[in-house]
């Protein structure tokens, strides 16, 4: 379609666009926040235009899931930023407009991009047509990796297989995940920050993490209930597989758990840093989260008076979400890479061993994925099934990466279209990360009993005492060592009189697990943040049902 630069074709254009949105069947809430976002490039273009005359080119198409909007026409180059700065109050209400801001963030967000060459504004406007996509893309990407591993194993030469795995796959896969370990402190820092120096009123806050850590607990609490109900019902494990136990191909593991500690003191003490570098060196959330609050604390204090301070984080924290935001679009490359490698090298003889631990962990971990959505129901009074429907990206991308880390991205952009207030989020699911590992416990339980039972070691009431208490400080102080929860494992089953060498039997059928569990603990941070921000009256609830 084409238009000249005159304000009243704006109209013209906006009938335009809304016609071809409908036509595509785009959900009305999208066609609203397109038209929004049109209206004001429109409105731009033609102010920036050197004649009336000029003609504005509006094109309308897409593919797979988005349709995109572009706009082409000669004049002065512009960007969301000016766009922005003509909405925002001429006045010193700083309040009000920070509100905008974060209005306009969500309106023209990642979705608008303005380019101008020789003369020319281009501007396209991506309008998501539909939320399945993202899934779409990640699960072909998983099933394609699956069936590429599949077949490079059966029909290719050993060494060819491997050779290509360690030449492309993890390399490829490598380079993701150090990238988002290089992002994910910066992430959280900035986050927490950003959302504890917007805070007004502090007692607020302190009344937010109280119940978001009492939350975290009582989650914690139940899922080793579930964990030990799990194994009542299906109780694995028999003699004959103590004669499997390799010290040899466990060594490094228990090495590594004699030189870790889990005490509570330990961990309370290890908070705090002794310098501000280290802990984004060795990515210490604990030490990173205490940093954070200490400096999004002094910025609210200051606020008033330098509110610059405040200006800066949020700056650094948009810096810092962008490339994030970047990254989190090579997902379904890094699901496909990840999937090829690990079924090029899996061993089916491990995995056939003890074949059952895997399913009866699965069967807890949904178990708890259940509990979760009855404590929304319960505690929120919110669908259960809505919270389903808007969080999945973020259980898938938990699942695949098996780093609740690594999932924090994906988990964050989950809540904030669930409505949920980066107030509270991005105090939340940082936190959550760090402390609540709801799989995690499921799944040391489980591991715990079935090696007791093959070493013939009765399980009594003081030996379960001894578990609870055990798994709680592991879960919220697990040592910072690679080799994450078989670690664990190994610094739990000793306490009751199980060679810590038995992890071998499972080592090679970890990952599988740990996929499972990851996604149980990211679904519980995401819970206990909605029900937490429902209570507060933080959350969009209007947003959350749609």
């Not at 940093?291 to 301070?309: E, Q, R, T, V």
């Amino acid at each position: 379609m084409l238009l000249t630069c005159k304000a009243e074709n704006i109209s013209t254009g906006l009938d335009y666009i809304k016609e071809n949105l409908n036509s595509r069947k785009v959900p009305s809430k999208a066609v609203s926040k397109a038209l929004l976002t049109s209206e004001e490039v429109l409105a731009r273009l033609i102010s920036n235009a050197p004649d009336p005359e000029e003609q504005i080119k509006i094109e309308v198409g897409g593919i797979l899931g988005n349709v995109d909007i572009r706009f082409r026409a000669k004049g002065e180059p512009f960007d969301a930023a000016d766009i922005e700065k003509d909405l925002l109050f001429e006045q010193e209400d700083e309040e009000a407009n920070i509100a905008i801001r974060r209005l306009l963030s969500k309106i023209l967000g990642e979705n608008l991009h303005i380019d101008n060459r020789k003369g020319v504004n281009t501007a396209e406007v991506r309008v998501t047509k539909s939320h399945y996509s993202g899934l779409i893309y990640t699960l072909v990407a998983m099933a394609l990796g699956i069936g590429t591993g599949l077949v490079m194993q059966h029909f290719l030469p050993a060494e060819l297989s491997k050779g290509i795995s360690a030449n492309l796959f993890i390399p490829i896969y490598n380079m993701f995940m150090n990238a988002l370990k290089m992002v994910v402190a910066p992430l959280v820092f900035f986050s927490i920050a950003v959302s504890i120096a917007d805070f007004g009123d502090i007692r607020a806050l302190g009344r937010i993490a109280l119940r978001v850590i009492m939350m975290y607990i009582l989650t914690s609490v139940i899922a080793i209930g579930i964990g030990m109900l799990t194994y009542r019902i299906f109780p694995i494990g028999n003699t004959s597989l103590a004669a499997a136990v390799s010290s040899e191909t466990a060594s490094e593991t228990v090495a590594k758990s004699e030189n870790a500690t889990v005490s509570i003191k330990d961990t309370i003490v290890g908070i705090v840093p002794g310098d501000i570098i280290t802990p984004f060196q060795k990515s210490d959330m604990l030490q990173i989260i205490f940093m954070a609050m200490i400096l999004g604390l002094a910025a609210a204090s200051l606020a008033k008076k330098y509110p610059l301070g405040r200006d800066l984080l949020l700056l650094f924290n948009a810096i810092v979400s962008k490339i994030t935001a970047v990254l989190v679009t090579f997902i379904p490359l890094i699901v496909f890479c990840s999937m090829a490698k690990m079924m090029i090298s899996m061993n089916l003889a491990d995995l056939a061993n003890v074949i059952l631990w895997v399913p009866v962990i699965y069967f807890g971990d949904v178990l708890m994925i259940v509990m979760y959505l009855l404590l929304l129901l319960v505690f929120a009074g919110l669908n259960p099934l809505t919270f389903l429907m808007k969080y999945y990206p973020a259980m898938v991308t938990a699942f695949t990466f098996s780093s609740s880390n690594a999932a924090l991205p994906s988990s964050i952009k989950q809540c904030d279209e669930m409505g949920i207030s980066p107030r509270v989020y991005s105090f939340s699911l940082p936190l959550g990360a760090t402390i609540n590992m709801d799989g995690s416990c499921i799944s040391l339980v489980i591991t715990a009993l079935f090696f007791a039972k093959i070493f013939d070691i009765p399980v009594t009431g003081s030996v379960l005492l001894s578990l609870f208490i055990s798994i709680i400080v592991l879960s919220m102080g697990s040592p910072g060592v690679p080799g994450g929860n078989l670690v664990c494992i190994a610094l739990l089953v000793p306490q009751i009189g199980i060679p810590a060498e038995s992890i071998s039997l499972v080592m090679g059928l970890y990952p599988l697990v740990s996929m499972m569990q990851t996604c149980a603990n990211v679904t519980g941070d995401a819970v206990v943040t909605t029900i937490v921000a429902k209570h507060e009256g933080l959350m969009d609830i209007e947003k959350y049902g749609k």
